[in-house]
Each structure stands twice: as C-alpha cells, then as structure tokens.
C-alpha cells in the first residue's frame, strides 16, 4: 500500500475521531497528560501566544503562527514542532463552520523526550533521522510519515477507554515521542532535548522564571557561554536576540493573561513588570495598543494556540 495513502485514511480517521468527541468549539482534555484535542469553527486573527514545547497536528483546516515577522500557514501536510519555549504569535485564520479545525496538542515532557533522545544517541547509529542542518529557528515542520500518523491514532483511540487510558497511555505517548524524533524534524527535536542544549536550557529557565529579574550575563553563565557566544547561538537558535526574546515572553505571556480576564496590573507584575507605565509604553510598541484597548478587541484562540 502507498505510505501516503495509508497516512491520509489514518489522517482521516483521527479528524472523525475528534469531530465524534466535540461538540463545541475549544479544547479538549484526553485523559493522557499534555494531550489536548482541539476544534475552531470561527476564524480568529494572530494574537500573541506562548508556544510551549510541543506538537501541533492538524487533522482538517489550518493554523498561522507568526515567528519574529515571518508567517507560517499549517495543515494535515505537515505537523508544527516547537522544542522549546517561543513567543509567537497565532491564529486560525480560515477556520468557519464549513471548515472546521480539527487538531492535536501535544506538550512534551522534557525529561522522556530527553530520555529517548539520548537512548537513540546511544543506540550506535542504528535508528537515524534527517538532518536538520544548522538549527536556525524555535519551529519547524515535519510531514506526517506513517510512524507519527499511526502512533497518534493509537493514542488517541485510547480515549475511548478509562482503563485502556490509564495503563497504556504512557506507553503510547512514548511510542509517539519516539516516532516524533525519528521524523522529519527529529534531528532538530535531538539536538534540542539530547544533552548538552545549553541554549535549550536557557529558555527553558527564562520561561518558568519570567516573573523575576533575567540578565543576559547570567543567561550566559547558564549555559556556559561568553556573552557574545551566547548571543549569537541563542539569535541562531530562536531567530531573536536574547534581550528581545525575553521581553516578547514576558510581552506575550501578559497579554495572554489579560485576554484571560486578568487585570493588567496584576500581569503586569506576574511577568516581571515593577512599573506599570513601562509596561503599557512597551505593549503599545509591540502591539500599538494599550493594555486595556487591547483586550477589549481580543478574540484568543481556545488555550491561546
């Protein structure tokens, strides 16, 4: 049989899968932990999001994602891999209910996708995946091959039983992990979970402590690099300077917070804010709105993904 004809009925049994569980537009727990089914039936224009590290797959429909002023549209051609912590900006752009969005969250556990990273670093050789090339930007594209389609229905078939979920779950989100790293975008998946990412493991730490105060020097010292080291590998990894990436996390993780129904001084302050006139002056400058003007013109996609 055609691997493609096979991935696209796998495809297609997934988006039944999750046109059968939802009923109404948002998210939707599994039952296995970080994976979340969504559905959109209204288009909703870009707004800033924090993509945690993750994959998207689309089922039916499209996502945009917008990654320091560069725009990518997604579909059931090819699934979105984010490794690490990225502020970003996301929508659903064609969705309606003629067109409906039928997709998969997947967060990663960084530690079993560390895990199997380096068991297939230490594997000798034997199991390869693509390479990548220089790894210059926070997302990237994988196709869906046979190994992820089959791996995420399996996974997702599992919803339809509490006990089947319970004792195999981890099992499956294992072997989807797995099929994830030998895809595609699994040599940019390696590099970034296996050991010694140190740029990995910065971001990782600016994304967990936005709400206290972050220098490049000691982000530097974290990953055991100079400043300028640090600053051009970190530009190469994430397409942003460390300063800019910092201040968009914080930037965007607020606004996510205020569209939420936050108060804006309270965000403020949860993402590192002390002055609340130097917060409405850097938010208007990235989004040429007030806090408050802002968010009374905000429709965020459901989980703001």
Not at 10 to 26: H, P
Not at 206 to 227: E, F, H, T
Not at 259 to 274: H, I, K, N, Q, R
């Amino acid at each position: 049989m055609d691997l493609r004809y096979f991935g696209g009925m796998t495809q297609d049994r997934i988006r039944q899968l999750i046109a059968g569980r939802m009923q109404e537009d948002g998210l939707m727990e599994t039952g296995v932990a970080g994976v979340r089914l969504f559905r959109a039936t209204k288009a909703v224009p870009c707004a800033p999001a924090v993509y945690e590290p993750s994959v998207i797959a689309i089922a039916s429909g499209a996502k945009e994602a917008v990654l320091d002023g560069a725009r990518y549209v997604y579909d059931n051609s090819r699934y979105l891999l984010c490794p690490m912590s990225m502020p970003v900006k996301a929508g659903t752009p064609t969705a309606s209910p003629d067109t409906p969005l039928f997709g998969v969250y997947i967060a990663l556990d960084p530690r079993l996708m560390a895990g199997l990273a380096i068991e297939m670093e230490t594997a000798g050789g034997a199991i390869t995946a693509p390479d990548p090339g220089p790894v210059s930007q926070g997302i990237r594209f994988a196709r869906w091959d046979a190994a992820f389609s089959e791996a995420l229905l399996r996974l997702l078939q599992l919803g339809d039983s509490k006990t089947d979920t319970a004792v195999l779950g981890e099992a499956r989100l294992r072997e989807l992990y797995y099929a994830i790293l030998k895809g595609e975008a699994g040599g940019v998946a390696r590099q970034a979970f296996g050991a010694g990412n140190a740029i990995a493991r910065a971001i990782a730490h600016v994304s967990s402590n936005l709400d206290a105060p972050i220098s490049i020097d000691d982000m530097a010292s974290r990953a055991g690099m100079s400043r300028a080291v640090f600053h051009r590998k970190f530009k190469q990894v994430t397409t942003l300077p460390p300063i800019q990436f910092v201040k968009s996390m914080r930037l965007n993780s607020a606004a996510m917070k205020i569209a939420g129904g936050m108060p804006v001084s309270e965000a403020a302050m949860d993402v590192g804010y002390l002055s609340p006139s130097q917060f409405s002056r850097e938010f208007k400058r990235l989004y040429g709105q007030s806090p408050r003007q802002w968010s009374d013109a905000q429709d965020l996609p459901a989980g703001g993904m």
